[in-house]
């Protein structure tokens, strides 16, 4: 998960008036948002932008998974947001949806869960959820993806663990974003061997770079170049494939790396 801005997104110019139209016919009519569905689905494409075409919770591009609008605060427990544009996330299958992962038979996946914190009050209408206490992190708040870590497995952890509400945020949102998926683990865990592979065949020539030798210096660079690629935006994992990057600041070369 890293930080999403989506007050960047920028929803076509009738988009608004069909969306307070949806919102009278589900508050004031008492009809059902599913049936207004055409109207978070046509920001589908934009969401996706956002985060070039990546989940906002896991990270990766998923051509198995019918991508979906999630809606952060699920539209079942808070109808006044099924059509907020702060409120939708752009989420694959498996952390949108209930799914039971075979190896493991442990179920996650978002569906219509919200948990707040023991004792929380839920909002029952516009407002209120400013001052709930969620228990899922929201990859919109900038704070919020900081609170996760991966250990050198690929299994995500909580980067506060001394730390009780910070854990349970983030163990709360590892389970029901299903991060700890066993197909996501093994994607990451060799996301981060092809790294390291990297790294060493960088930092075998590293102390030859510059000496007069242009293969060397054009291989070095090439190595660079896909660390840094790894670590863009756009790039699946990127998050963790920093993490792991991180991990070798023992070399000389990798702070420069991280920095520029």
Known sequence: MRYIDNRLLQPPADWQAK?????????????????????????KDKLADLSHDKCWYCE???????????HFRPKALYRWLAFKIENFCYSCTFCNSR???????????KGDHFPLV??????????????????????CSSWDPALLDFDDSGRPTARYPDHAERRRKAETSIRFYHLD?????????????????????ANDIYDRVDSGDAGIDRSYAVHVRDLKLAMAERAELSTFAKKVISGRRDLPWIE???SS
Not at 19 to 43: F, H, M, P, Q, S
Not at 182 to 201: C, F, M, P
Request: no cysteine.
């Open 181 to 201: 998926h066993t197909d996501l683990i093994e994607t990451r865990r060799k996301l981060a061997i092809e790294l390291n592979s990297k790294i060493d065949a």
């Open 118 to 139: 023991d004792g929380a009050s839920r909002s029952t209408g516009p407002g209120g959820e400013g001052r709930e206490q969620p228990l899922l992190l929201n990859p």
């Open 256 to 258: 420069a790396l991280l």
């Open 19 to 43: 969306a307070d139209t949806a919102y009278d016919a589900v508050i004031n009519r008492g009809e059902n948002a599913n049936d207004y569905g055409t109207v978070w689905r046509a920001l």
């Open 99 to 109: 799914r039971t992962d075979q190896d493991t038979a442990i179920t996650g996946g």
């Open 60 to 70: 990766i591009k998923q051509e198995r998974s019918d991508n979906a609008v999630d």
